[in-house]
């Protein structure tokens, strides 16, 4: 398992864990990180990793990537 800021650009995988304390892993839930659903990186700009889940696109810190596994 990987975090999704090292994926890189394009890449994509299925989320395997999400760390952090329950209240960061249930803000990231409300924006769609899901165990077992698919994730892509769209890319990286300004410290912010785009994202594409569930036909969205979410930008979020590198913090927070480095809590969702793939």
Do not use: C, W
Not at 58 to 66: L, N, Q, T
């Amino acid at each position: 398992m990987i975090p999704i800021s090292v994926l890189g650009d394009g890449k994509n995988g299925i989320i395997k864990r999400i760390s952090g304390k329950p209240e960061v892993k249930k803000h990231l839930e409300n924006l769609g990180f899901i165990v077992g659903d698919t994730v892509t990186v769209i890319t990286e700009q300004n410290g912010n990793i785009i994202v594409k889940v569930k036909e969205s696109r979410i930008a979020i810190s590198k913090e927070m990537a480095m809590k969702i596994y793939v």
